[in-house]
């Protein structure tokens, strides 16, 4: 879950809320001001009314129903339809987070330390190498780290980084699994969800001028390519492309972290909710 940091507001040179596009925002001009009022209309912030926090909400709530259904519903393919809502909001959490966080360090390590200690509980509980999506995450987080290098260097070391990155994802996505057979190891969503947050970061390179509300817009877009790419790859029974529904949800975000203070539950939801789904499956 990302790290709650305080939202900063854009350039103070920036124009009214209102303006979706600025001048700034295409390079090659194809837009200058304005777009024409029929061209996104509802995108500016004082349109969007979903805060960081209900979405985190609404994503853990997703994120139960799922697990519900796995281990005790089983042929209930709904719950697992609703729990395609779960991944892709996180993980638009999770690139907001490397965008604000002020300790990366402690960021990566809360992920980290949490997934080692719930793949210890897996293993020696249910004999299990799979790999819980914080394990996703932790990876997601570290190839975020190699893009941002790699964009404020601008040099040999910042691609290789980069480059590293994606070589690390891809062999513990696809080369790991092959190794461990005939072990189940595999990672929850595979390559594609590894490069989600990725795919949602990327506005902040690729338009770093260009309005808040926009780079949004732009990083929901790629989110989108990329959950099709996960379908593709990772079906879970047919039901993963309803993951696409997430896409209206999310352009309902409006930048802001919301009243109250989140920090810290996931960190203690996700493990405590998974012991007691799979307690109460011990008593049916």
Known sequence: MPREATRETDSATERPEGDVFGPETFALGAFRGRPPPSLLPKLGYNTRSMTGNQLKILALLAMTVDHI????????????IIG?????????????????THDKKRYL??????????????F??????????LSTFALSIVTVYAVQLADSRRDVRGTL???????LDAFVCWGLPSLLRP??????????GVLLPVLSYLPHVLVPAAKRSFRHVLAVALMGGGLVLV????????TQWWGLATVPLLLLYNGKRGTWKMKHLFYIYYPAHLVIIYGISLLL
């Open 183 to 192: 072990s189940d190891f595999s990672i929850d969503y595979g390559f594609w």
């Open 84 to 100: 395609r809502l779960a991944y892709p909001i996180f993980a638009y959490m999770i690139a907001e987070g490397c965008f604000y």
């Open 231 to 238: 379908a593709l790859t990772v079906p879970v029974g047919g």
């Open 69 to 80: 259904g796995v281990v005790i519903f089983p042929q209930v393919t709904v719950l697992r």
């Open 124 to 133: 020696f509980a249910l004999g299990s190498l799979e790999q819980s999506i």
């Open 109 to 122: 390590g809360g992920i980290v330390a949490l997934g080692a200690a719930c793949q210890l509980v897996y």
């Open 161 to 167: 980084a980069l480059a590293g990155a994606l070589a």
